[in-house]
């Protein structure tokens, strides 16, 4: 089921994973934690942890497989899943809080794809993070189909370490959220304004006004004719996530402040809102290329963003 989620091209890269990975039934029953720490304070811990550390010096040309090795080794297992263990479905199982996890798990997603540019640089997509993005879609309907508690919480016990290990690979980028709020909320194809049909006067609206315009149906429209299949499954989940989750409020987002500091998990969460998943679907077609309207396609990022040393090429 884990292969599913996150693609049999990944999984054809990795041998498998160690079992000290994934936490157990005997871990959540050894801790007995009073309750779950959120996604935003659990990566907030990933980011500060002396262990987890990207190793160095970069290697720009090590393989997908390498960078896995790497991570896992030195206590970086047993360490993704100590603080792992900290997440889950503890004591009675409740489908509210199920629901909870699976928007958290959407939300930190699209922030590791999205959120983890360089401020002053020309946005760069990483592309095994977009695999988290396609992949968190299908919580859902997985845990539709599962009828034991059990197996719903074994499935989120596995599929969270994995966001974990797949960020260390990359470098361990930081998620920005100021950065993403920063790009626009009414992205719009490559299309001058004087191209644009005027409006008659009975018209309910200026779809040339930002204040009346919805970029959805032109971002749908669009990616439809996109040759590189990985761009539709990852808007389909933004769609998604917008449809779910596109009302919340700046500081709304589950985990946006520390639940004992009551400061941001991360800077700019407490900013952040739900248009946070209209910016990102932006931002693909702006990277990947509006290319029904002439754009040329562009290309994911394999770089690996995390190392510092990974921009410095480019723009």
Request: some cysteine; overall charge negative.
């Amino acid at each position: 089921m884990l292969i599913s989620l996150l693609g049999l091209a990944e999984a054809a890269m990795t041998g498998a994973l160690p079992d000290s990975l994934f936490h157990s039934e005997k871990t959540e029953e050894k801790m007995k934690p009073s309750q779950s720490i959120t996604l935003l304070e659990l990566f907030a811990q990933v980011y500060e942890s002396k262990i987890l550390h990207p190793p160095m010096p970069y290697n720009p040309d090590a393989l997908f497989s390498a960078r896995t090795r790497l991570a896992l080794a030195n206590g970086g297992a047993a360490e993704i899943q100590r603080l792992c263990s900290q997440f889950g479905l503890f004591g009675d199982f409740n489908e509210a809080n199920l629901a909870s996890k699976v928007e958290e798990c959407i939300w930190v997603s699209t922030l590791l794809l999205a959120a983890t540019g360089k401020e002053g640089r020309k946005p760069r997509l990483d592309f095994f993070l977009m695999h988290l993005v396609t992949s968190s879609l299908f919580l859902h309907p997985l845990f539709a189909v599962l009828e034991k508690p059990a197996h719903k919480v074994a499935l989120l016990n596995a599929y969270v370490p994995v966001l974990v290990l797949i960020t260390l690979t990359r470098g361990r980028p930081r998620i920005n959220p100021e950065l993403l709020m920063a790009y626009t909320d009414v992205p719009r194809p490559p299309v001058s304004a004087g191209n644009l049909p005027e409006p008659s006067g009975a018209s309910l609206g200026n779809p040339r006004t930002d204040t009346d315009y919805n970029p959805w149906p032109a971002i749908i429209e669009a990616v439809q004719y996109h040759p590189d299949s990985h761009v539709p499954k990852t808007l389909r989940t933004l769609i998604f996530a917008s449809q779910k989750y596109g009302d919340k409020a700046p500081g709304a987002a589950i985990g946006a402040f520390n639940r004992d500091s009551g400061a941001e998990t991360h800077n700019g969460t407490g900013k952040m809102d739900g248009t946070i998943f209209t910016r990102a679907a932006g931002l693909v077609l702006e990277t990947l290329g509006w290319v029904s309207y002439g754009q040329k396609a562009g290309g994911w990022d394999r770089t690996a963003l995390g190392w510092d040393a990974a921009w410095d090429s480019g723009d």
